[in-house]
């Protein structure tokens, strides 16, 4: 069984650039969701995708969008980078949308805006 | 919206010592709760849940979680601290009604020898 693998580790853009991070799910998870985790904080929830559709949304703005394929797998892109953008952006796959499934997290994609 | 407040952001314990980290919750309806902990340049790892059931909670590596109404607490507890236990560890909470997990700001826990 494997679990959630996110690539890329490491990523430096520029600012106003756009960016896409991609996580595959654990076999036989159908919900991903995408968090973002400033340094010093916890994670803060920007979506989740249930089934390939958007299942909930925390406060983000529209410049941070979604996909996810059949297969499960997912794409996390951010438009029209800030400084304030950098961080480690988590995805974490589940069996069901309900938290109570409990979530499996990739290592992270560290992202850095210059 | 449901939320959780972590009192402490450093803890510092000695090896072989009882581990406490402690998490207030808020929410207004009966809540999910969660301890995750996160090692250096990883994601996180689920230590334990409370999902309603019973109130006293065992998870991995002897640690356990007792959920208190009354406090509205969900502290963290090990009998006795490794130094393989050194991590950032975060509370979390969420409901039946929807998906969003909240976490808190974490506590580092260091453990000397």
């Known amino acids: 069984e494997t679990g959630v693998t996110q690539s890329p580790t490491h990523l430096i853009k520029t600012r106003g650039q756009q960016v896409t991070l991609r996580c595959s799910s654990q076999?036989?998870?159908?919900?991903v969701s995408w968090y973002q985790q400033a340094l010093g904080q916890g994670p803060q929830f920007i979506f989740q995708y249930y089934r390939e559709e958007e299942n909930g949304r925390g406060n983000f703005p529209p410049r941070f969008s979604g996909l996810q394929f059949p297969n499960y797998s997912s794409e996390l892109n951010v438009n029209a980078l800030e400084l304030d953008d950098s961080a480690l952006y988590l995805c974490?796959?589940?069996?069901?949308?309900?938290?109570?499934?409990?979530?499996?997290f990739g290592s992270g994609t560290r992202l850095t805006v210059v | 919206a449901q939320s959780v407040t972590q009192l402490g952001s450093h803890v510092s314990v000695s090896e072989g010592a009882l581990v406490l980290l402690r998490c207030n919750y808020s929410?207004?309806?009966?809540?999910?709760l969660f301890w995750y902990v996160q090692y250096p340049n990883q994601g996180l790892q689920l230590l334990l849940k409370?999902?309603?059931?019973?109130?006293l909670v065992k998870g991995i590596n002897d640690f356990e979680a007792e959920f208190k109404k009354s406090e509205t607490s969900f502290h963290l507890t090990k009998p006795s601290a490794h130094m393989s236990d050194a991590a950032e560890y975060f509370c979390?909470?969420?409901?039946?009604?929807?998906?969003?997990?909240?976490f808190g700001a974490g506590t580092r826990l260091t453990v000397k020898p």
């Open positions: 409370y999902t309603s059931a019973a109130t």
């Open positions: 929410s207004s309806v009966p809540p999910y």
């Open positions: 974490a796959s589940s069996l069901e949308s309900a938290t109570n499934y409990g979530y499996t």
């Open positions: 076999s036989g998870h159908n919900t």
């Open positions: 979390a909470v969420s409901d039946s009604n929807n998906n969003d997990m909240r």
